[in-house]
């Protein structure tokens, strides 16, 4: 099962939400709202009992997509994190450690959001088996993402 967890400012409608569900129209892209603990229990309601679950989250989305990860890796397959935001405060309440499942990580070099010299060493310490990627685009992605292999990196 794929699902899209998308930023903390942007909704299943948002640009990256469109365009994979138009390519994957089996693929969840629900909407979250609130703090990131509320966000979490929506996406824990939607993929409670789901093995082999592909998770692709973009900024906070990412930070989501993190923590389900080390709470459930045995109901993850894959992971793909997009610009993800590893950095943000509220990811010091989540107990740290380490997991293998395999992990493509993209970030842009001109990222001032997620800033790759903070998000990629916290991403080293998290993620045993990961595919890192820096792209001259900023936070958004909005110049590379289009181009990115999906199918590929969506593969189960």
């Known amino acids: 099962m794929k699902i899209f967890l998308h930023g903390l400012e942007s909704s299943s409608k948002g640009t990256k939400a469109v365009f994979l569900g138009d390519r994957f129209p089996e693929m969840k892209i629900p909407d979250f ?3 990131l603990s509320e966000r979490m229990q929506s996406l824990h309601a939607i993929l409670a009992g ?3 679950i592909i998770l692709i989250g973009s ?3 990412g930070l989501m997509a993190t923590i389900f990860a ?3 890796p045995d109901a993850v397959e894959r992971i793909v994190l997009l610009a993800p935001a590893l950095n943000f405060p509220e990811f010091s309440n989540y107990k740290m450690q380490q997991i293998d499942i395999p992990t493509w990580m993209i ?5 001032t959001v997620t800033p790759p010299e903070k ?3 916290m991403a080293g310490k998290i993620f045993a088996n990961l595919h890192y990627t820096e792209v001259d685009d900023d936070h958004r992605l909005a110049g590379t993402f289009r181009k990115y292999d999906w199918e590929t990196l969506l593969s189960e």
């Open 33 to 35: 709202t609130g703090s």
């Open 50 to 52: 789901q093995n082999n």
């Open 59 to 61: 900024s906070f989305g």
């Open 70 to 72: 080390m709470e459930y």
């Open 107 to 111: 970030i842009g070099r001109d990222d």
């Open 119 to 121: 998000v990629v060493p």
